[in-house]
């Protein structure tokens, strides 16, 4: 492959990287913040479904349970979306590396018969 060639490719994966390290970064807070909230989630709803008092359940829910049922729900929408962005750019990055081994490979073949 052509040095300039290989040089703007190279150029190109590093920016790439950049953007995909930024949504990792993003990706494992997301997580993180998930994981709590599959925990306060949980827990309301195993106390609401242990306790028999109507009017408790219905503040349980007004003011636990629906806050965090909608919060996990946007977390767990944030966390497809973000994993759909890593895997398009990590095949960027993946079809950047096969070009450079496929176009290295043909110069290497046509650097033996030469």
């Known amino acids: 492959m052509e040095d300039y060639l290989a040089k703007s490719l190279d150029e190109w994966k590093a920016d ?3 953007v ?3 949504i990792n970064d993003e990706y ?3 997580k993180k913040e998930l994981r709590v909230y599959t ?6 709803k195993q106390v609401i479904q242990s306790t028999v008092n109507d009017e408790i359940i ?3 829910r007004q003011m636990y349970h ?3 049922e909608e919060k996990y729900t946007h977390l ?4 497809q979306e973000l994993d759909e962005k890593r ?7 993946d079809k950047i590396d096969e070009v450079k081994r496929k176009e290295g490979t043909k110069t290497d073949l046509a650097s033996a018969y030469k």
């Open 28 to 30: 494992s807070e997301l």
């Open 58 to 60: 219905r503040n349980i």
């Open 16 to 18: 790439i990287s950049e």
């Open 87 to 93: 895997k398009v750019f990590q095949m960027f990055v």
């Open 66 to 68: 629906k806050p965090f």
């Open 20 to 22: 995909l390290d930024q």
């Open 39 to 44: 925990y306060k989630y949980g827990i309301t």
């Open 76 to 79: 767990k929408e944030d966390i």
